[in-house]
């Protein structure tokens, strides 16, 4: 099934005000949205249209275009949505927390962007925890990669998981590895009983952490990551799906 969405990249037309753009439809196979920032986190979203819910797809027919700016700031939360058509043909639009065009002769209006947002539960890097009892709870599957800093001697993160509504084989891998050894260790809810684990040492982009381990729905699993820069810092994706 296709989803309805707005063209992300053609005239912005102003509205009676001059501000404010409308978006022409165009019917989307996948959506992306990627968030960059240090400060609030970088994760990656990725959802076929079939898959998107009812809330994403109203979410995603709020979306607005104002016209840029020249307004350049630091430090600032930017994203960028991408929605590939039925024929291949790709579409980005970008905007930031503050609007601040840069430069761009169009941008999203980050308030309209704000409804897609709270749909998801990606986590960006730096939010996940030393302290399991401080970790954030990640739901398998929904298309989030979510994102690990990776330093020399950045120290494990933990995140709590939430299985799929149906029990069966779950997979957790790692993207993007290429200069990082990275670890993965799958434990029961209290942290005190490991299941799993898998480790590599980047020696390729491909050269990830990856496991498989059967899930029961509805109990929670707590996922210890490791990800330590070794010849490329930056950071590392994590996916959660059920198979």
Not at 8 to 13: D, F, P, R
Not at 46 to 52: I, M, Q, T, Y
Not at 136 to 148: R, S, W
Request: glycine share 12%; aromatic share 6%; charged share 15%.
């Amino acid at each position: 099934m296709a989803v309805v969405l707005g063209s992300l990249v053609g005239a912005c037309s102003t509205g009676a005000d001059g501000t404010r753009g409308t978006l022409s439809n165009l019917s989307s196979q996948q959506v992306t949205l990627q968030s960059f920032g240090f400060w609030g986190g970088s994760f990656t979203w990725v959802s076929p249209g079939a898959a998107l819910t009812d809330e994403q797809v109203d979410a995603l027919d709020g979306l607005k275009l104002i016209p840029g700016n020249t307004d350049c700031l630091e430090d600032i939360q930017e994203y960028a949505l991408v929605t590939v058509d039925a024929a291949g043909q790709e579409q980005r639009v970008v905007t930031n927390d503050q609007n601040a065009g840069c430069g761009e002769q169009v941008l999203l209006d980050y308030e309209t962007l704000k409804p897609l947002l709270a749909t998801l539960q990606c986590v960006g890097t730096g939010q996940a925890s030393e302290q399991l009892s401080a970790a954030p709870t990640v739901q398998a599957g929904g298309g989030c990669q979510h994102g690990f800093f990776s330093y020399q001697g950045e120290p494990p993160r933990w995140v709590k998981v939430a299985p799929a509504s149906v029990s069966g084989p779950h997979t957790f891998e790692l993207l993007y590895c290429e200069g990082k050894t990275t670890g993965l260790e799958l434990f029961d809810e209290a942290g005190a009983v490991l299941l799993a684990q898998a480790q590599a040492d980047g020696s390729s982009a491909s050269a990830c952490a990856k496991l498989t381990h059967p899930l029961v729905a509805g109990q929670r699993y707590a996922l210890r990551v490791t990800s330590q820069a070794v010849s490329m810092g930056g950071h590392v994706s994590l996916v959660i799906r059920p198979d």
